[in-house]
């Protein structure tokens, strides 16, 4: 006896047994119980989703409605045939073979000759004791133009016994004359979580044992197609191996092993750049494309974005239990806004990469950059001397972080933790917080201020002789300075800096010998330069000259 694919085998027999489609279905049962199914139904939807199953039984509750389970009763039960009669009528629609119910092809019958051909056998009466003669165009968007105007007339107004179902992927294609002499119902892709169900209790009747990962990496791969889930499962049953295991589902379909995209987020979560690449290498060798596993990184940084923000019981990541605690776990070592950075960069590798010579380089330093995320800085603010400049690091603060870092890596000097003892508001506060950054560079302009008074909860303090260039800055910088303050004491501290001793006062600087010859609005557009404009917040400076780069200097003027 044949083999019959499962997606046929287990093919929806009544309304309720379509997945996802429960208010369609329900719209068209209320049509038949009031009388009112209508001439014509755009079935929309990608592939998979139920729209030829669901036209075969809307016909068999028109011919043969005692064959359903959840039909509603005729009104007029005496004008159908007897049960067995209506039986061996819903047996041949299923299989696509009844006389009455003809399915076509819009691919291979798609012309004019073709559509005359179907209007003219329209007209003849049901046979068989059928009520109705129903047509199910199927890839309806595949007629020429020509053809779907030969249908308009017949589709407007057709005879008592004539129904039309038409089947598309592609409902933008259909001409809007034959929409507007439809009923559309738009058929969605169904979730991952319900074609799991289906397929669990699929297994259970083939008699095969799966690990629930298995289940839901075949719903997820069915990518909201049921009839693509089932085709998946056929492959995996062919093996005739049980249980199903999450390895044999990777060495089938060609899938990158999970655990290897769970190292390689260690990996970069410890700034370990040789670990990464190395997990990275290790899943090519394995027979991964570069395509691929560009693809599954951000999949799985987009599944670690989604765990860290809502949670590992969301149902926005469509896995196992066990897998989304794994990831919960890794999720904490990550920061969220730096995820969604990365997920930027590693999309923008996979959109270079296809028109580059030198593809794999462009992804090794994309995931070294990942796993050094911390060392890359904004350049303007770091010629503003601003403690901000360095990008927000992929992984989580240093004191997690630490605990996941490579014991091997002599390179990267970790940020002193703040202490376990909370200071007190004074002269040991403020050296607790320049020992903090003393050794880190981007901290430096903390060595330029010196302790002067504690007044309450305020820290005074003020600019060392010689700076007063920092002073515009350093007063920007102090309220993250006194969260930095309040932090190291265990309560709420306000900074008050100052400008040096004895130069509070001082005077502006000397207007230049040259006379000043700029015009308002030539200085309003070099101040509104982003360079300039932080150049003169922080030198306290203005501007005196704006001067093309190939102009000469003029007379009297350096020459460089």
């Known amino acids: 006896m044949a083999y019959t694919a499962l997606a046929r085998r287990y093919r929806s027999q009544s309304f309720g047994d379509v997945i996802g489609q429960e208010p ?140 039309f179902i038409l089947c598309t ?40 044992e799966a690990e629930p990962q298995v289940v839901f990496e075949i719903a997820r791969l069915g990518n909201g197609s049921m009839r693509d889930a089932l085709s998946l499962l056929d492959r995996l049953l062919a093996i005739g191996v049980s249980p199903l295991t999450g390895k044999l589902l990777e060495q089938m379909l060609g899938l ?13 979560a410890g700034g370990d750049v040789a670990a990464t690449l190395g997990a990275a290498d290790e899943m090519m060798r394995r027979g991964i494309s570069q395509d691929q596993f560009t693809q599954t990184l951000i999949e799985h940084l987009r599944e670690l ?19 989304k605690q794994q990831l919960a776990e890794q999720a904490k070592k990550f920061d969220t806004p730096a995820l969604v950075h990365a997920i930027a960069l590693m999309e923008n590798v996979a959109r270079n990469a296809k028109g580059s010579s030198t593809p794999r380089a462009l992804l090794d330093a994309a995931l070294a950059r990942l796993a050094l995320a911390e060392h890359y800085a904004d350049a303007a603010a770091l010629a503003a001397g601003a403690p901000g400049a360095v990008k927000k690091k992929i992984a989580a603060p240093p004191a997690r972080r630490a605990e996941n870092q490579s014991s091997n890596d002599k390179t990267q000097t970790p940020a002193p933790a703040a202490p376990a003892a909370k200071v007190d508001i004074g002269p040991d506060l403020w050296r607790a917080a320049m020992r903090w950054g003393g050794d880190n560079p981007r901290y430096e302009w903390m060595g330029k201020l010196q302790y002067v008074a504690v007044a ?10 010689g700076h007063r260039s920092l002073f515009g800055f350093a007063k920007g910088q102090s309220e993250p300075l006194a969260s930095l303050l309040s932090e190291l004491a265990g309560t709420a501290v306000k900074v008050a800096i100052e400008p040096p001793a004895g130069e509070e006062d001082e005077p502006a600087a000397p207007a230049p010998a040259a006379p000043d010859r700029l015009s308002p609005q030539a200085r309003n557009e070099a101040m509104n330069l982003p360079l300039v ?28």
Do not use: W
Request: aromatic share 4%; glycine share 6%.
């Open 24 to 163: 369609i279905a329900q719209t068209l049962r209320n049509a038949i119980e009031a009388g009112r199914v209508h001439h014509a139904y755009l079935f929309t939807g990608t592939r998979g989703v139920g729209k030829t199953s669901m036209a075969r039984l809307l016909a068999r509750a028109l011919n043969a409605p005692a064959t359903i389970s959840d039909c509603p009763p005729a009104t007029d039960a005496d004008g159908y045939p007897p049960e067995e009669v209506q039986r061996r009528m819903a047996e041949a629609i299923m299989r696509g073979d009844d006389l009455n119910v003809i399915e076509i092809d819009g691919a291979s019958n798609r012309s004019v000759e073709d559509a005359r051909q179907l209007i003219a056998n329209a007209g003849l009466a049901p046979t068989d004791n059928a009520r109705f003669k129903v047509y199910i165009i199927d890839e309806v968007h595949m007629l020429t133009k020509d053809a779907f105007n030969t249908l308009l007339k017949v589709m407007e107004e057709p005879p008592a016994h004539l129904k």
């Open 533 to 560: 404009r932080q150049a003169a917040e922080l030198f306290d400076a203005r501007v005196v000259k704006v001067q093309d780069e190939d102009a000469p200097p003029a007379q009297g003027e350096p020459t460089e």
């Open 456 to 465: 309450g909860q305020t820290v005074t303090l003020r600019l060392l002789p």
């Open 169 to 208: 992927t592609e409902p933008e294609k259909v001409l809007p004359t034959i929409q507007s002499r439809c009923q559309r119902f738009d058929f969605r892709n169904i979730p991952a979580g319900r074609i799991a169900e289906h397929v669990e209790a699929v297994l259970k009747t083939e008699q095969v």
């Open 305 to 323: 974005l989604v765990v860290g923000a809502c949670g590992a019981q969301t149902e926005l990541v469509e896995l196992d239990e066990a897998t």
């Open 256 to 268: 990158p092993d999970r655990q290897v995209v769970v190292q390689l987020g260690d990996a970069i």
